[in-house]
């Protein structure tokens, strides 16, 4: 699937969402259809993000697990009036994140399980204007 979109901060943007839908074991009837896809997208101001996105149905639906990746650069501006001179400044940041969670039936409609996220971000101001910034989470 083509994606295209505007904003002013990210100005245009394209790129692609490729999906599919499939049953991991054959046999399986009753556990719905798994899946699996990729987005990627570029813009005109240089930045991207690629994802990876899964979410597999295992064993007459009483396993479901799901994994989510994402890295990227976001690249914008701010505005800094507290300086000699007023203007815009840009920054960029690389993010990273992956995602991964099980779960398993309790009963009918019930599931209960796990799960664990890690993020990464790196941050850095035009000429030096505000500090190089990395934060991380483990969830």
Do not use: C
């Amino acid at each position: 699937m083509p994606y295209l979109g505007y904003n002013r901060d990210l100005q245009f943007m394209f790129g692609a969402m490729p999906m599919m839908m499939y049953k991991v074991n054959k046999k399986d009837t009753i556990s719905p259809k798994s899946l699996s896809g990729m987005s990627a997208i570029y813009t005109t101001n240089n930045s991207y993000f690629v994802a990876l996105f899964n979410k597999w149905y295992l064993a007459d639906d009483k396993w479901r697990i799901k994994l989510f990746a994402f890295t990227g650069d976001q690249n914008s501006q701010f505005y800094v009036d507290d300086i000699d001179e007023p203007a815009f400044y840009d920054y960029g940041t690389k993010s990273t994140i992956i995602s991964v969670g099980v779960q398993r039936k309790i009963i009918k409609a019930l599931y209960g399980g796990l799960s664990y996220t890690y993020s990464h971000y790196n941050t850095v101001y035009q000429d030096s204007i505000a500090p190089a910034s990395t934060s991380h989470t483990n969830d």
